[in-house]
Antibody
Framework: EVQLVQSGPEVKEPGESLSISCKAS????????IVWVRQMPGKGLEWMGR????????NYNPSFRGHVTLSVDKSTATAFLQWKNLKASDSAMYYC??????????WGQGTLVTVSS | YVLTQSPSVSLAPGQTARFTCGGD??????VHWYQQRPGQAPVLVIS???DRPSGIPERFSGSNSGNTATLTISRVEAGDEADFFC???????????FGGGTKLTVL
């Protein structure tokens, strides 16, 4: 079954670093960009950035550039979303999803990040 | 580019739900719709204005013209309760743009 499986919930303090993951099955990494989407509590969907797994070409949403880093490990078909300096406002659900031309076809189950002192 | 959705829709079972997504000349763009049930990840229910992905019931349909795209759910069921988001691709932005979402409540 083709799917995206994300890492588990995280609880961190402000200022800490964090990496969450998204493991792809099947031939997802050969065919599709991976997009990361943020959903703050009770709010809508926001695009953070996208990465092309084969050559790691990246586009960032200007609102997130400089605060997060996208990367992939082709050997394990895993995409990563990383922070070096978490803020309380980073508390949210984060989804990885596959980009099929212009739509987001397959979604991971989400990773809940809580940042609190 | 801004997509505008009504905040909420409330209907009784069996009625028809219509969700609108407004944007400047949105009819010239491809619109995609996602259903997000409480506590779950979004699911693509309509792609490219009118296409239904595998596994999505025929009760779900879409249209797009002028400044408004519409998602229609016929014969609404309790299990349809969810937030519905529209999305287009912004070529200047190189990324997806989402509407604010509409919450469907089935009374």
């Amino acid at each position: 079954e083709v799917q995206l499986v994300q890492s588990g919930p995280e609880v961190k303090e402000p200022g800490e670093s964090l990496s969450i993951s998204c493991k792809a099955s099947g031939d997802i990494f050969d065919k599709y960009w991976i997009v990361w989407v943020r959903q703050m509590p009770g709010k809508g969907l926001e695009w953070m950035g996208r990465i092309e797994p084969q050559d790691s070409y990246i586009n960032y949403n200007p609102s997130f550039r400089g605060h997060v880093t996208l990367s992939v490990d082709k050997s394990t078909a895993t995409a990563f979303l990383q922070w070096k300096n978490l803020k309380a406002s980073d508390s949210a659900m984060y989804y990885c999803t596959t980009l099929h031309s212009s739509c987001l076809y397959l979604w991971g189950q989400g990773t809940l990040v809580t940042v609190s002192s | 580019y801004v997509l505008t959705q009504s905040p909420s829709v409330s209907l009784a079972p069996g009625q028809t739900a219509r969700f609108t997504c407004g944007g400047d000349n949105i009819g010239s763009k491809s619109v995609h719709w996602y259903q997000q049930r409480p506590g779950q990840a979004p699911v693509l229910v309509i792609s490219y204005d009118t296409d239904r992905p595998s596994g999505i019931p025929e009760r779900f349909s879409g249209s797009n013209s002028g400044n408004t795209a519409t998602l229609t759910i016929s014969r609404v069921e309790a299990g349809d309760e969810a937030d519905f988001f529209c999305q287009v691709w912004d070529s200047d932005y190189h990324g997806p743009i989402f509407g604010g979402g509409t919450k469907l409540t089935v009374l």
